[in-house]
């Protein structure tokens, strides 16, 4: 008999969960970090202000003809939620479970009028891996073994926050720390930014990865003088230095940057052919957000592309949804864990307490385990609603 799709339901969730900027309170990732609006001064002081909180997070679950539920998290709230009640399903419901290529082909052409990136992308991408997890829990294997299987016997992980110093001391291969200064600050911010660098390097010593995330805030010639100077203090990459659809300059900082500074990107880039153009561009490693770029039915795509250009993979956060593809693919050689800990000082599952069963690494490895589907559940004691039904 065969196991169809029937019924699909969203939920929004406020607060900590999958969107990883809607957090209560002071939080390092929130402290005066360069950001597209750092143009203007009222808007430096906190992404808060210019609204990157708003979003929230989205909950996907689709029931299966059987009663098994699979469910997925990402950043999308009440938009994505209308987007899945309103127009995407239709493609699910009554539809076989293993339809994945059909399903994902008939979201994505049926939101081109609208849709394309952003957060559309980002709720073709939620129903995508809830998908996976559905599956996963039907025929009772990991997401990782329909993948393919592990290629490696575990996963290691550099870490994101406001403090490589302490991710060194709990055991990660790196250290990712945000650029706190734009080229609107001037030669001042210029040189708090590379003192900072200065100050971090003398901490962790000469053998750990420090990197750069600038989180498209910075032009080519500032990202040019950047790299050059933040290479005597050894820093292997400069991430997301322009904006999103500026291939060209990435183009031109790739030929201009130091070849000892690795030039990175794609976490706010979508779809394989978004991504073709940015791998033309040169970029060293691209960092595509499974919950972002189209879920897993397009990251085993845009991963085969990246190995065709001889570029790596390393996927942004993104807790399980990305572990179980990294543990699958040899140009995805390490993973990103974003230290949700308020000053970074800790390390807590990454979409806690939304998620139950969130594995974490330990001294920056972590082995991950044979629950079916993607491994984890929704914790009933937090609060999400339905705003929208079909």
């Known amino acids: 008999m065969r196991t169809t799709i029937r019924e699909v339901r969203a939920y929004t969730v406020r607060g900590k969960g999958a969107d990883c900027h809607d957090q209560p309170g002071a939080h390092w990732i929130d402290d005066h970090i360069a950001t597209p609006m750092s143009v203007y001064p009222e808007y430096r002081d906190s992404r808060r202000s210019f609204g990157i909180d708003v979003l929230g997070t989205l909950v996907?679950?689709?029931?299966?003809?059987?009663?098994?539920?699979?469910?997925?998290?990402?950043?999308?709230?009440?938009?994505?939620?209308?987007?899945?009640?309103?127009?995407?399903?239709?493609?699910?419901?009554?539809?076989?479970?293993?339809d994945l290529e059909r399903i994902w082909d008939q979201m994505y052409r049926s939101t081109l009028f609208y849709g394309r990136r952003g957060v559309v992308l980002n709720t073709i991408s939620g129903v995508d891996l809830a998908l996976y997890d559905l599956l996963g829990r039907l025929r009772g294997e990991p997401?990782?073994?329909?993948?393919?299987?592990?290629?490696?016997?575990?996963?290691?992980?550099?870490?994101?926050?406001?403090?490589?110093?302490?991710?060194?001391?709990?055991?990660?291969?790196?250290?990712?720390?945000?650029?706190?200064h734009g080229p609107a600050e001037g030669q001042e911010g210029f040189t708090t930014n590379l003192s900072a660098l200065a100050d971090m390097r003398e901490r962790v010593g000469e053998d750990f990865w420090l990197m750069w995330d600038a989180w498209m805030s910075l032009d080519v010639e500032y990202a040019t003088r950047l790299a050059h100077a933040a290479a005597e203090h050894k820093l292997k990459w400069l991430e997301e230095a322009l904006i999103p659809d500026d291939y060209w300059g990435y183009?031109?900082?790739?030929?201009?940057?130091?070849?000892?500074?690795?030039?990175?990107?794609?976490?706010?880039?979508?779809?394989?052919?978004?991504?073709?153009?940015?791998?033309?561009?040169?970029?060293?490693?691209i960092q595509p957000d499974v919950n972002w770029c189209g879920g897993i039915t397009e990251l085993i795509k845009i991963s085969a592309l990246a190995d065709a250009h001889g570029a790596m993979v390393v996927p942004?956060?993104?807790?399980?949804?990305?572990?179980?593809?990294v543990i699958t693919?040899?140009?995805?050689?390490?993973?990103?864990?974003?230290?949700?800990?308020?000053?970074?000082?800790?390390?807590?599952?990454?979409?806690?307490?939304?998620?139950?069963?969130?594995?974490?690494?330990?001294r920056g490895r972590l082995r991950l385990p044979e629950t079916p589907g993607f491994g984890v559940e929704l914790n009933p004691e937090i609060p999400r609603e339905r705003p929208y039904t079909h």
């Open 60 to 98: 996907v679950e689709i029931e299966a003809s059987d009663g098994t539920v699979g469910f997925a998290v990402t950043t999308a709230g009440e938009i994505g939620a209308w987007i899945v009640e309103k127009h995407l399903a239709r493609f699910l419901e009554g539809r076989e479970v293993t």
């Open 143 to 180: 997401v990782y073994a329909l993948l393919g299987g592990p290629v490696r016997d575990e996963l290691t992980f550099y870490a994101t926050g406001a403090r490589p110093d302490i991710a060194k001391d709990l055991g990660f291969i790196g250290g990712k720390m945000p650029i706190h």
């Open 251 to 285: 183009a031109q900082l790739k030929r201009q940057a130091p070849p000892t500074v690795l030039i990175t990107t794609g976490e706010h880039e979508a779809t394989r052919w978004g991504f073709r153009q940015l791998l033309e561009t040169g970029v060293d490693i």
């Open 316 to 325: 942004h956060g993104s807790s399980v949804y990305s572990y179980h593809f």
């Open 329 to 362: 693919r040899t140009n995805s050689p390490f993973s990103e864990f974003l230290m949700m800990h308020e000053t970074a000082e800790e390390v807590v599952p990454m979409f806690a307490p939304l998620l139950l069963g969130e594995p974490v690494p330990e």
